[in-house]
């Protein structure tokens, strides 16, 4: 399996507070892998600084074996990286099908743009319904696919959700789990953070957990729904 993306010793912050430490992961090609761990553990600061809206203090971003560190954040998309934001940042006055048109403002995803808008369309049928309507008064599940969608858009390697199920119902929540089962089931790379810790590591391969910035813990999904400490301390579980 070759590797699509590698962090190396990668630290962070905003200016004196650091918020990542000596972080490194990795994400193979056509794999889910979650961050999980508790609020303010770093999570969304990692994603960001994979998609350059902050820069890295120190250590290598590496995507498809090439070093990025330098590359300016509004060329980080060219290279196959979408982020959907935690709080889905739609354009709320613009209709549904206007804010997937702004997902595929890059020229290589301009060629097939009808096919791609096909495509999240069959993905997210609710959508294809609701393509007139401004985004801003979709539901807050609506808003997410809707989000989702938008990044589909550009035809990513790699997908960075940021708390997709955060602030929805917990009904919602199952299809929005479900949504990433099938977006997986297309092939393309995922890197998820979330704090549905039970939810996520039952779509995802892998997980990392975050804890103050460092790495505590990785491995097999299973492994780490399985394991006592993490059962304990997030899951309620004795």
Partial sequence: ??????????SAGYGTF??????SLTVNTGEAVAVIGPNGAGK??????ISKLINATQG??????????????????????????EGR?????????????????IP??????EERLDFVYSLFPRMKERRQQMAGTLSGGEQQMC????????????LLLDEPSAGLAPVVVQSIFELIRRIRAEGYTVLIVEQNIQQVLKVVDRAY?????????????AELLGSDEIRRAYLGMA
Wanted: proline residues 6%; hydrophobic residues 50%.
């Fill in 89 to 105: 940042r739609l354009f709320p006055r613009l209709s549904v099908e206007e804010n997937l048109r702004m997902g595929a403002f």
């Fill in 147 to 158: 989000a989702i969608g938008r990044a589909l858009m550009s035809g990513p390697k790699l």
């Fill in 44 to 49: 969304t600061t990692l994603l960001r600084v």
């Fill in 1 to 10: 399996m070759s590797e699509m993306l590698e962090l190396k010793d990668v």
């Fill in 18 to 23: 650091q918020a990542l430490f000596d972080v």
């Fill in 209 to 221: 957990l975050l804890e103050t910035g460092r790495i505590r813990m990785s491995g097999p999904a």
């Fill in 108 to 113: 290589s995803a301009r060629k097939g743009f």
């Fill in 60 to 85: 290598a971003l590496v995507m498809e074996g090439k070093p990025y560190n330098a590359v300016p954040a509004h060329t980080v998309i060219s290279l196959g990286i979408a982020h959907v934001p």
